[in-house]
């Protein structure tokens, strides 16, 4: 199976990214990257899953500051920049143990 991405809004908060990934999860795939997408004057963010088999759903994921602890429980999976309330922010993806 190929990975596949999809495109987050650039001015959603922390909380509505994460639940967009998650959203995205619950369908048997898993967060693997994302990128800055600018279109036009708006900036988006390019999120690559990879698919998983049938019935199988990833453990939590959590989008923090890369500046703020670790969430209780969980391992940074990837950091990096994304576009968070309309603004270019370092943070670090996090899934639970």
Request: net charge negative; aromatic share 6%.
């Amino acid at each position: 199976m190929n990975d596949y991405d999809v495109v987050i809004e650039g001015q959603y908060d922390l909380a509505e990214v994460t639940r967009q990934i998650a959203g995205e999860e619950a369908g048997a795939s898993e967060f693997v990257r994302s990128a800055i997408l600018t279109q036009g004057a708006r900036a988006h963010n390019r999120v690559t899953f990879r698919p998983l088999p049938a019935g199988i759903v990833p453990k939590d994921v959590q989008v923090v500051m890369l500046t703020d602890p670790a969430p209780p429980g969980a391992a940074r999976i990837w950091s990096g920049a994304m576009i968070v309330g309309g603004t270019n922010t370092a943070v670090a993806v996090y899934r639970k143990t």
